[in-house]
């Protein structure tokens, strides 16, 4: 009732902020019974974990790294740098995107499903329209593929890492970083893009065999349905049982 709102409420629901009305609360048996969504959303929720705590990493980095560079090569650490931080910038927003989706289709779905007798209906329409479906598919793929992204924006900050700290703690002209520490520098680059090209190749192969298997279980799945199909419809003959399946009545 609008007499229980207060000031503040009323003014939040006026100006569309807010509402104040909620879907219906029944106690449908239904809502006890587990279904496939329900799996579905578990699985998508350990994607939306995973991306938060990312998003606090590479905005954590993003904010923390020297902002001396370069978009030209004459400068490698400068170049490293720009390289590295257009990488971070991009797992930022892979998993901003990956961390909304992951809230609000699983909060959307939920509601829709207990909202009423035909809310299992309406959360699977909503789960499986095309426009979300994308934006699933989407937050997924690139939080996945963030991870090797952000291993692969490390690799181009060890070089730099290693050369500015001993250029302005060893050397005392701060004008040049040591050969060896130079070095390693390098070698923790490669060590970095190991690791990436690991998880490129892990990411490949896990998609590969999905992919596979998804297709025999589409096929699998359709033949199912029109099998079923056949059988309700009695066959190629129609629906009068004297089709395909009606040769095994009697006469």
Not at 113 to 138: C, Q
Not at 185 to 206: E, N
């Amino acid at each position: 009732m609008a007499s229980e709102m207060g000031g503040t409420e009323m003014l939040l629901e006026t100006g569309g902020l807010a509402r104040s009305d909620s879907m219906e609360i029944t106690n449908d048996p239904r809502f006890f019974n587990d279904n496939i969504i329900n799996y579905r959303l578990a699985a998508f929720a350990g994607i939306s974990v995973v991306s938060g705590l990312m998003v606090q990493n590479a905005m954590d980095h993003l904010f923390g790294m020297k902002k001396t560079m370069t978009v030209l090569p004459t400068d490698m650490d400068g170049f490293f740098q720009f390289i590295a931080f257009v990488m971070l910038g991009l797992v930022l927003f892979l998993n901003m995107l990956s961390t909304y989706v992951g809230v609000a289709q699983p909060y959307h779905t939920i509601r829709l499903m207990t909202a009423g007798p035909t809310g299992f209906e309406a959360s699977a329409t909503y789960y499986l329209n095309k426009n979300i479906v994308a934006w699933r598919h989407m937050a997924i793929r690139g939080a996945l593929w963030s991870l090797p992204l952000f291993v692969a924006s490390s690799a181009f900050r060890m070089p730099v890492k290693f050369d500015r700290e001993n250029m302005k703690d060893i050397t005392p002209q701060g004008d040049s970083p040591p050969a060896e520490e130079h070095v390693m520098g390098l070698i923790m680059m490669g060590y970095f893009l190991l690791m990436t090209i690991t998880l490129v190749y892990v990411a490949c192969k896990h998609n590969a065999v999905f992919e596979e298997r998804y297709q025999f279980a589409k096929t699998a799945m359709t033949q199912h349905h029109e099998a079923a199909h056949l059988m309700k419809t009695g066959g190629m003959g129609g629906s009068n049982g004297n089709g395909m399946f009606g040769m095994f009545k009697g006469n």
